[in-house]
């Protein structure tokens, strides 16, 4: 693949390094300023880890100009209808996760069938957990939203409130715990290092072309199938 990098903070050189590693070409390295036409030419894609006041903006614009995009920067999630809409009009493709580890993804199945399981247990008190650096901007992290919901989903009688700690470098740990006075059942995913999420928004940038695609699509449907929305 031929890749643009959008964002230079530490998940861009993630991506970067574990692009090169695998024989891809990064034909550019974007910082905000820089997110302009000429300088995506010949990109088959982009993949944009930049900040939540820029990313709606950023997605915009890639749409626009024909770039398919994977996109794993979060806290934008209000304005998810306006970019969808606008790809949509574009007939562009854009992959957003807020988590691209393949452990994630296995981690949100696995807490709607326990939401399931013990939605008339009501013995069982729950709650999340979730780490990650201290530079980390939004709180909490758009993935311990997304497994919120899905328990929620599954059991609306619980609230499953969320617990954010930031500091040091943890690249990201989510926790889901389900307790009572005599037993607990613990949920748990782990990042050791950036480079899970880089191999994985690289893993949904060839899905983006193979095909290609066409729409607004999760890592979920990437990895399990699903439509475009």
Known sequence: MRIAIVGLGRMGRAVAAAARAGGHDVIAELDRGDVVRERLAGADVAIEFTEPGAAPGNLVSLAEWKVPTVCGTTGWSEHLAEVTAAVNRAGGALVHSPNFAIGVQV???????????????????????????????????GTARLLQDALHTADPSRAYPITSIRSGPVPGNHEIHLETESEGITLAHVARDRSVFAHGALLAGRWLLDGPKRGVYTFEDVLFGGAAR
């Not at 807490?111 to 530079?135: I, M």
Request: no cysteine; aromatic share 6%.
């Open 107 to 141: 981690l949100l199945r696995l807490a709607r069938t326990a939401g399931g399981l013990l939605a008339r247990r009501p013995e069982f008190d729950a709650y999340l957990l979730e780490v990650h650096h201290s530079r980390k901007q939004d709180t909490p992290s």
